[in-house]
């Protein structure tokens, strides 16, 4: 069994066929023995391979990417692989689809699992042939022997019993990077067929027999709010209107709500515009974004508040004491909303002393012991079942939305399948915080950067959704890893301080999300910006200032298996991307180059990234035109070169998005934009350019989907200050903002 964890204790016979495993057309004998020897995947008479997968379907082709490597490694042909998204089950250990994880973490598991698997096939498939396993080689799902072979059905169903320790396994080796026909090659996506033809089935679509609809009245404040009374009486002339329930929530997630309950959704959602609720609101009921900011900046400039991580030397004080030479800026952004195109929705009910919840969800391990909790009752009698999800971003990770339709279910002891409204989904979204960061440098007298502090402060999710996972600082005082990664550089800059602030007024009033790209969508907002300035102040090229601090010695030198090669791998992708851009070449008036780079996520699973944005500005009006954005990006080894792309492509455009279009505020406790006309993300006819390439990398893969996001805000500002010299230090960037930063 592969675990999780990676460990492997044996091999050998399912006791009869899973239900996962797909059948063949035409009435094709299929044997009952199936060759399970992992939970990873089990292969059946006829040599299919079902590989089990349990990270979320999102449009990122995550199954495609995953069962390649096992596939790969088992030396199976594209068309004899299937995939089966499972369900929430403690034997699959940490379920959770985020933070670009998903093909990094996944790579030693599956790889060591489908090595283990072709050696047990192999040396079966030679006993079948009456030869020494080591004149047979495994190639398309057969072992051959000159020209004899032995196809992986036939070994299935002749029997096939081997066992490997834990020590086996590890030094098990994988397959020489010559030798792979899958990894790094175009394969058809196994998730796009249904997709097309209609067949896939995301949350929105479950149904059971027997469900009722509802549609929640939500509170004036997310939490501490309590219902005073709940007046039915126009709700009632609804048709299909059938009552209103007021939530008893033990979890405490959704306190305050009310749901209408309808035959029909229709008149689930008309009834809760018609049910007259009153509350007693929570107490941040009246806070505004600057209430937030101003509260941020307030924890920042108390000085001793915070987590100090370890970067080895952070006695900043004594060389920021003793050199006349020194700048801080503070950078600032906005909240920001996720905007998936399926609105939340979950379907729950009790079906023989087990409680279902049908919905898509990025982090089904997270929300399981909540919904315990509402619900009263142990975590084994609930299971998540697995659909696909129209989009996630991460607000699917907080699976809060699963927890009214839940207590729904229980109260009215029938199945009920809740859908939020747009607008709905919005005022209690999981948003992005507003974060306040300040980033001050100090140089010596010949201009050379000796030390730099960046304190940020924000609302930390990880504090209010699974604080198990922060670990501590330097000074002992825990942190939200996802609120800070990427202040925690690769630049060479002498003394450094990193200060992670978790703002508790974001936290009272909201409740803070991941959204795509999490903390450096903010922390590099802020360095990549400073940078620029620290360049222009001691009068170099951005470029060449930043090369100039990526030494790749000392703790950024790097290390097995995932950061290889260190900083200097993050020169390489700016120095390339600098050229493929032109950078230095002349301009037109009023057009400007930025430039900005990044490690990604964590400086444990680094995805170089550097970006280079060509804007004109239009001095008059301040409106920006992003004409073309060049990136280069390592990533390592590229398991999918499709999905690759796509993803960033995607995160590229989300970067932009969220630089220039996305944003909004809090009003009254509360998100001022709830739907797409006033909420209005990047659209076609904005799209610029796109020249995205890969660094050819024989290196273990690192993460995708959102590395590529944190480069293009900073480098569209630093070039919108190339073009007419506005420097900008809130984003989104508005034109009116540019308008008012150019210098008359």
Not at 387 to 405: E, K, S
Request: with cysteine; glycine share 10%.
């Amino acid at each position: 069994m592969i675990a999780a964890s990676g460990t492997l204790a044996a091999f050998g016979f399912a006791t009869s066929a899973i239900g996962s495993m797909e059948l063949p057309s035409g009435g094709e004998f299929v044997p009952e023995q199936t060759f399970e020897p992992t939970i990873w995947y089990s292969i059946d008479g006829n040599g299919v391979v079902e590989v089990n997968i349990i990270r979320a379907e999102m449009g990122q082709h995550v199954g495609t990417s995953l069962a390649r490597i096992i596939a790969d490694e088992l030396e199976v042909s594209w068309d004899q692989v299937r995939i089966t998204h499972v369900d929430s089950a403690a034997k699959w250990g940490l379920m959770v689809t985020g933070g670009s994880w998903s093909v990094s973490q996944t790579w030693p598991v599956f790889s060591k699992a489908g090595a283990a698997g072709r050696q047990a096939l192999l040396e079966r498939g030679a006993e079948l042939l009456g030869v020494p396993a080591t004149e047979c080689l495994a190639r398309a799902g057969k072992v051959v022997s000159g020209n004899r072979n032995v196809d992986y059905g036939m070994i299935v169903r002749s029997g096939i019993s081997r066992t490997f320790t834990s020590e086996e396994l590890a030094a098990m080796p994988t397959k020489p990077v010559e030798d792979r026909r899958l990894i790094g090659r175009p394969v058809a996506a196994l998730d796009v067929p249904p997709k097309l033809d209609g067949s896939a089935r995301y949350g929105i679509d479950a149904r059971v027999d027997g469900m009722v609809y509802a549609r929640p009245v939500i509170p004036p404040t997310r939490y501490g709010s309590k219902v005073v009374a709940v007046d039915e009486s126009d709700a009632r002339n609804v048709k299909g209107y059938i009552r209103a329930v007021v939530l008893d929530d033990p979890s405490e997630t959704v306190p305050g709500w009310v749901m209408a309950i309808g035959e029909t959704y229709v008149a689930a959602m008309r009834a809760a515009d018609q049910l007259r609720v009153t509350w007693n609101a929570g107490p941040t009921s009246n806070v505004s974004e600057k209430d937030l900011q101003d509260h941020a900046l307030a924890l920042i400039a108390e000085g001793k508040v915070g987590s100090i991580l370890d970067t080895v030397d952070t006695n900043t004080e004594a060389v920021f004491g003793t050199t006349d030479h020194k700048m801080e800026r503070t950078y600032t952004n906005a909240t920001a909303l996720h905007f998936q195109l399926e609105p939340t929705n979950a379907l729950a009910f009790e079906k023989d002393g087990i409680f279902e919840i049908h919905t898509g969800n990025q982090w089904q391990s997270l929300i399981l012991p909540t919904l315990a909790k509402a619900l009263g009752r142990p975590e084994e009698t609930i299971v998540l079942k697995t659909y696909m999800l129209g989009g996630g971003f991460g607000r699917r990770l907080n699976g809060d939305y699963a927890v009214p339709a839940a207590l729904t279910a229980k109260a009215l002891n029938t199945p009920v399948k809740m859908i939020l409204t747009r607008e709905d989904d919005c005022r209690f979204d999981s948003v992005r915080s507003p974060a306040v960061q300040t980033v001050r440098m100090a140089f010596d007298s010949n201009k050379k950067v000796v030390a730099m502090e960046h304190d940020a402060a924000a609302g930390w999710p990880t504090e209010v959704l699974a604080p198990s996972f922060m670990p501590k600082g330097a000074n002992g005082v825990p942190y939200d890893p996802f609120s800070i990664n990427g202040a925690d550089h690769w630049y060479e800059v002498g003394a450094q301080k990193v200060r992670a602030i978790s703002n508790d007024l974001a936290r009272a009033t909201f409740r803070p999300g991941w959204l795509r790209s999490v903390g450096p969508g903010w922390t590099n907002w802020a360095l990549e910006s400073f940078m620029d300035e620290a360049a222009h102040e001691v009068g170099a090229d951005p470029v060449e200032f930043r090369l100039g601090l990526l030494k790749g010695t000392g703790r950024n030198a790097g290390s097995a298996p995932n950061s290889i090669g260190g900083a200097l791998r993050q020169a390489h992708v700016l120095r390339t991307a600098a050229e493929r851009a032109g950078w230095g070449n002349p301009l037109p008036d009023g057009h400007g180059l930025g430039v900005a780079t990044s490690f990604g996520q964590e400086r444990e699973m680094p995805t170089w990234v550097a970006c280079v944005a060509h804007v004109s500005v239009d001095r008059a009006t301040g409106n920006v035109k992003v004409e073309r954005l060049t990136s280069v990006i390592d990533a390592g080894t590229i398991v999918d070169p499709g999905g690759a792309l796509a993803q960033a492509e995607g995160a590229t455009l989300w970067g932009m998005s969220l630089a220039l279009f996305e944003g909004t505020r809090f009003e009254n406790g509360q998100v001022a934009d709830r739907n797409l006309d006033t909420y209005t993300p990047l659209r076609i006819a904005d799209t610029p350019h796109l020249d995205i390439s890969f660094v050819d990398s024989r290196e273990a893969p690192t993460g995708l989907g959102e590395p590529p996001t944190t480069v293009v805000g900073p480098a569209i500002a630093n070039a919108i200050f190339a073009a007419s010299g506005a420097r900008l230090r809130h984003i989104p960037i508005t034109a009116n903002a540019v308008k008012e930063a150019i210098q008359p």
